[in-house]
C-alpha cells in the first residue's frame, strides 16, 4: 500500500480510501464498474496489489451505469462482458467474478444462458 505521501489526493486532503494491511489483508475484494475492458486493466493495475480479487458490477440497474455501458448494461451484451471477464483474467493474477442479475423473474434459463 503506497503512503499517504505518496497520494496526490491527499497532499490536498482528501483521502479515498485508507487500508490497513494487518485488518483487511486476505479479505478486500475491488467491486469495478465498467464497459470497456481496457479501461477495467488499466483500473485494476493500480490496485491489484492491494485486493485479493475483483469483481466485475453486471447488475447495477441505475441510469449512470446502464447508460455508460457499465452495469445491468452488459446483461444485453455478453460478447462485451466476456470481452471484460477475459481481458481482466488475461491481464492480471487475481480472481474475477461478475455481479450478475436475474434476466427473468420466473424463468431462470436466460440467466443460466448468459
Known sequence: MAADS?????KRGVVVLR???K???GKL???IGTGEAGLAVQAVERIVSDVVGVDVNMG?????????GMGSALLS?????CDIISTLRRNITKPVSAKI???HPTDPRPTLDF
Open 6 to 10: 505518496d497520494n496526490p489526493d491527499a
Open 19 to 21: 487500508i490497513d494491511p
Open 23 to 25: 485488518l483487511e489483508d
Open 29 to 31: 475484494i475491488y467491486q
Open 60 to 68: 447495477c440497474p441505475k441510469k449512470f451505469s446502464v447508460s455508460g
Open 77 to 81: 451484451d455478453p460478447k462485451r462482458a
Open 101 to 103: 442479475r436475474l434476466l
